[in-house]
Nanobody
Framework: QVQLVESGGGLVQAGDSLRLSCAAS????????MGWFRQAPGKERDFVAA????????YYADSVKGRFTISRDNAKNTLFLQMNNLKPEDTAVYYC?????????????????WGQGTQVTVSS
């Protein structure tokens, strides 16, 4: 069992940066591939970024590539998402998720565990 709690969301202006955190419970955090997803009002949940269990590899949606960076600190059971040059279209609730499989953590239907989400609002 893994419990995930996101933090770091907020209201920012276009061009600003935010860093999201996801604190994980349990001693098996380093066993899981981790991902970030987002869901805008009236839209489906979309994949944003994923990272392997030991942090050796990462994968990004085209819409955030070059602006967002996913990272993790396994010693602190924490996942991060550094978001730079934010745009109004990045406005959404952001969720972290965990899966044993890197392939599954890139699909909205794939992860086993989800956090409750944190709101990111970008004004123009």
């Amino acid at each position: 069992q893994v419990q995930l709690v996101e933090s770091g969301g907020g209201l920012v202006q276009a061009g600003d940066s935010l860093r999201l955190s996801c604190a994980a419970s349990g001693r098996t955090f380093s066993s899981y591939a981790m991902g970030w997803f987002r869901q805008a009002p009236g839209k489906e949940r979309d994949f944003v970024a994923a990272i392997t269990s030991i942090g050796g590899g990462s994968y990004y949606a085209d819409s955030v590539k070059g602006r967002f960076t996913i990272s993790r600190d396994n010693a602190k059971n924490t996942l991060f998402l550094q978001m730079n040059n934010l745009k109004p279209e990045d406005t959404a609730v952001y969720y972290c998720a965990a899966s044993i499989s890197m392939a599954l953590v890139t699909r909205p239907s794939g992860p086993t565990y989800w956090g409750q989400g944190t709101q990111v609002t970008v004004s123009s």
